[in-house]
Structures are given as C-alpha cells and as structure tokens.
C-alpha cells in the first residue's frame, strides 16, 4: 500500500511515495482493505489494513495491521 500526500502528479511512483506499508510476505493482499478508527479512544486514529491472504495463522488465514494514530505520519 502506497500513499502520496498532495500535491501530487502523474509521475510518482512507489518510489517516490510519502508512506509505504508491505505486507510480509508476496500474495498477502496487504492493503486490500483500510479503514481508520479511534480504536484506543486518545482522540487520534488508527489506520487499519488488512491482508487477507496472509498464511501466518494457516492459509489464507488472513491477518489485520493497527498503525498506531499520531501526529507523525
Ligand atoms: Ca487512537
Ligand atoms: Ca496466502
């Protein structure tokens, strides 16, 4: 999953993206899903991805990623 803070053109590439999130190994879906919440309830939100081809826990098991929400990203 690639983000690129505007402003932005049609010339960025991975490479030149503000934020990079890959998931841990190929095929896992990394990024098929995201939503942002306030899960913790400190008033900033956290992104969640999720990866639903993720094999750690068994096949296509899935996993689900919480980056912690802050003014830093
Ligand atoms: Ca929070
Ligand atoms: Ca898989």
């Keep these: ?7 932005f053109d049609l ?3 991975s490479e030149t993206a503000d934020v990079a999130f890959k ?3 190929p095929n896992d879906m ?3 899903s995201i939503s942002a919440a306030d899960l913790d309830g400190d ?4 992104i ?4 639903p081809g ?3 826990n068994g096949e296509d ?3 689900v990623y919480v980056v912690p929400g802050g003014a830093g990203l």
């Design 1 to 7: 999953m690639f983000v690129w803070l505007a402003p």
């Design 11 to 13: 010339a960025e590439t």
């Design 23 to 25: 998931g841990e190994s």
């Design 30 to 32: 990394a990024g098929y």
């Design 43 to 46: 008033g900033r939100a956290e």
């Design 48 to 51: 969640v991805i999720g990866a």
């Design 54 to 56: 993720d094999d750690t």
């Design 61 to 63: 098991a899935g996993k």
